[in-house]
C-alpha cells in the first residue's frame, strides 16, 4: 500500500515515530513521510512558538494542515497514517479522505484524551477509520468521542535499535552503574528513587527537567540531558538494573520503556501493575514491586546475585520476541486491519 505517514520525524533524534515509520517500510509498503516538527517551530520568536504550541492555533498550525492536505493530493495515499495528530484538524481529514478516499488511521503510544489532548485531536477522533492507542484507561473515552474502531497494542521496541550492545571502555565509564533509570523528571518520582539511597547501589538518572529535583543526593545522580536512539540502548546495558518506574501524571499501567529494556537484554524491576505482569512473566522475566522499600530490597537482592538477575533479563528479551512485541509485528497487525477496512 502507498502510505503517507505524518508525524514527529526528526532526522536529528530517533523517536518512536521513525521507528514505527522505518517498520512498515520494512513491510514492503510505499512510505512517503511527512514531518510536522518544522510547523510546530513556526514563528519569529520563542514567544510566539511558545503561544502556537499552548494554543495549537497559529501560522504553523494553518500551514501544516495546508501542506498535509496538498501532500495527499501530489502522493495519492492508500493510507493516512497520522502520529500523534494533536494539530491535524476534521476538516484536513475529511478533505483528505475527498480527494483520494484513503484510509485515515491514527496511532499513539501517548495519553492522548487525559493527558496530551487538543481540541483539534477530540474533534478528530470521529473521522479516523482506526485508532490505534497503548493506553487501556483511553479506549471507552475515545468510544465516548466517536471512534469507530479502536486497536489497544502493548508498547512496542524496534528490533534494529532495542538490542543488547557490549559497552566499549569508554562507554562503560559515561554509561556504567548498577542501577539506571531513564526518564523525566517529575516530583512523584523523587520518593521511589530516593529509597535507593541507603542500599549503596551507583544509582544513574537521564532525563530533562532533573534539576528541579528537591533531593540533593538525586540531583547528585542526575546527568541532566535526554538519550535517544543507540545512547539510550548504551544507557540500559550500562546498567545491570534499569528502573521501569510510570508516570504518576497519568494512569499508566505500562509505559514504552516497558519494553524497550527488557528488549536490550537487561534486567527490568518495575512498579507492579496488571498490564506488567501480563507482557512479562513475574520473576522469570521481569521482577516488580509495590512500595519504594520493596524496590529497596530487590535491587539489593539482584544485585548481589548476578547469574539469576542475567537469567531474568535474557528470559524478558526472549519474551519480547517471541510475543510479538516489536514494532514490525503491531503495525503488521494495525495494517491487516486496515486492509479489512478498506473493503
Not at 470521529?126 to 474502531?149: F, H, I, M, P, Q
Not at 479502536?150 to 557490549?166: A, K, N, T, Y
Not at 544507557?235 to 527488557?262: F, N
Not at 521481569?286 to 539489593?300: G, I, N, R, S
Amino acid at each position: 500500500m502507498k502510505i503517507l505517514y505524518a508525524g514527529q520525524i526528526n532526522p536529528e533524534y530517533v523517536s518512536t515515530t521513525r521507528l514505527r515509520m522505518d517498520a512498515i517500510a520494512e513491510l514492503g509498503h510505499e512510505v512517503q513521510p511527512f514531518c510536522v516538527m518544522p510547523y510546530h517551530r513556526w514563528g519569529c520568536c520563542r514567544l510566539a512558538r511558545s503561544l502556537a504550541h499552548r494554543l495549537a492555533w497559529g501560522p504553523g498550525f494553518w500551514k501544516l494542515n495546508a501542506d498535509l492536505a496538498a501532500a495527499a493530493e501530489s502522493f495519492r495515499p492508500d493510507v493516512l497514517w497520522v502520529d500523534k495528530g494533536t494539530w491535524i484538524t476534521p476538516d484536513t481529514l475529511r478533505q483528505i479522505k475527498n480527494i483520494c478516499g484513503c484510509a485515515l488511521v491514527h496511532y499513539t503510544p501517548d495519553p492522548a484524551i487525559v493527558h496530551h489532548r487538543t481540541r483539534h485531536f477530540i474533534r478528530a477522533i470521529r473521522c479516523y477509520d482506526l485508532l490505534a492507542t497503548n493506553k487501556s484507561y483511553e479506549v471507552e473515552l475515545y468510544r465516548r468521542c466517536g471512534g469507530k474502531e479502536i486497536i489497544l497494542q502493548p508498547p512496542g521496541f524496534d528490533e534494529h535499535l532495542h538490542r543488547p550492545m557490549e559497552l566499549t571502555a569508554g562507554q562503560q565509564t559515561e554509561f556504567g552503574c548498577d542501577v539506571v533509570f531513564i526518564g523525566t523528571y517529575s516530583p512523584g518520582r523523587e520518593l521511589p528513587l530516593t529509597a535507593l539511597r541507603e542500599t549503596g547501589a551507583a544509582l544513574t538518572i537521564w532525563g530533562a527537567g532533573w534539576q528541579k529535583c528537591r533531593d540533593p543526593w538525586l540531583a547528585g545522580r542526575a546527568r541532566g540531558r535526554d538519550l535517544s536512539g543507540e545512547q539510550y540502548v548504551l544507557g540500559l546495558c550500562g546498567a545491570k538494573i534499569a528502573l521501569g518506574l510510570l508516570s504518576p501524571l497519568v494512569p499508566d499501567k505500562c509505559t514504552t520503556r516497558s519494553v524497550e529494556i527488557p528488549a536490550c537484554g537487561v534486567f527490568m524491576l518495575a512498579t507492579r501493575t496488571d498490564e506488567h505482569i501480563a507482557l512479562f512473566q513475574e520473576d522469570k522475566e521481569a521482577v516488580f514491586f509495590d512500595t519504594p522499600q520493596e524496590l529497596a530490597e530487590k535491587t539489593c537482592y539482584y544485585l548481589q546475585h548476578d547469574d539469576l538477575r542475567r537469567q531474568i533479563a535474557q528470559a524478558g528479551r526472549l519474551r519480547c520476541l517471541t510475543n510479538g512485541y516489536s514494532y514490525k509485528s503491531l503495525m503488521k497487525q494495525i495494517l491487516m486491519r486496515v486492509e479489512q477496512v478498506r473493503q
